[in-house]
T-cell receptor, first 113, second 116 residues
Framework: DQQVKQNSPSLSVQEGRISILNCDYT??????FLWYKKYPAEGPTFLIS?????DKNEDGRFTVFLNKSAKHLSLHIVPSQPGDSAVYFC????????????FGSGTQLTVLP | DTGVSQNPRHKITKRGQNVTFRCDPI?????LYWYRQTLGQGPEFLTY????????KSRLLSDRFSAERPKGSFSTLEIQRTEQGDSAMYLC??????????????FGSGTRLTVV
């Protein structure tokens, strides 16, 4: 039972264009959402997050949008750069004291020069 | 501070052997997590420590798995009688409880376990 789903295993975009990565969740108890980027042979690196009380958070080229009614979030990267090529994981955190993260299965983003 | 350090980076073991991994978190972080990642999947939560106390364990953590954080600093994860299904990347992460940035962990580079 996947509580966090990333339905696109891969995405290719041209350099300079927008990359949109999508994520859906099922657990309404999640109150914090995060995106991580992972390069081969490295651990995931925190990218950007959003609280459930917001619908948008922006950090430079990265913007995360949250649609609570649809239980959907997306990560926009504008403009995309070849160095952005990596696996992107969506993660969600609930109200439990452990604040453990539930991850999606990831989307491999390839930015073509 | 060099971030979260995990050793070894790679481990190949025969089925039935015991293995132990080590994680050194960021020094001021009081929360430490272990996750497991298999091919094509995202990391899955295994267990969590606050200081030296192990406060939560996933049902994924069978009785062959044991984790410790004896002095609230480094942690070890031991797998006894390894099985081929244990082959995965084992990730450690740390965070600081109570800080906003605590929601965003710092992960180590992981230990890749291959059971043959």
């Amino acid at each position: 039972d996947q509580q966090v789903k990333q339905n696109s295993p891969s995405l290719s975009v041209q350099e300079g264009r927008i990359s949109i990565l999508n994520c859906d969740y099922t657990n309404s108890m999640f109150d914090y959402f995060l995106w991580y980027k992972k390069y081969p042979a490295e651990g995931p690196t925190f990218l950007i997050s959003i609280s459930s009380i917001k619908d948008k958070n922006e950090d430079g080229r990265f913007t995360v949008f949250l649609n609570k009614s649809a239980k959907h979030l997306s990560l926009h990267i504008v403009p995309s750069q070849p160095g952005d090529s990596a696996v992107y994981f969506c993660a969600a955190s609930g109200a439990g004291s452990a604040r453990q993260l539930t991850f999606g299965s990831g989307t491999q983003l390839t930015v073509l020069p | 501070d060099t971030g979260v350090s995990q050793n070894p980076r790679h481990k190949i073991t025969k089925r039935g052997q015991n293995v132990t991994f080590r994680c050194d978190p960021i020094s001021e972080h009081n929360r430490l997590y272990w996750y497991r990642q298999t091919l094509g999947q995202g990391p899955e939560f295994l267990t969590y420590f606050q200081n030296e106390a192990q406060l939560e364990k996933s049902r994924l953590l069978s009785d062959r798995f044991s984790a410790e954080r004896p002095k609230g600093s480094f942690s070890t994860l031991e797998i006894q009688r390894t099985e081929q299904g244990d082959s995965a990347m084992y990730l450690c992460a740390s965070s600081l409880a109570g800080s906003v940035s605590g929601y965003g962990y710092t992960f180590g580079s992981g230990t890749r376990l291959t059971v043959v």
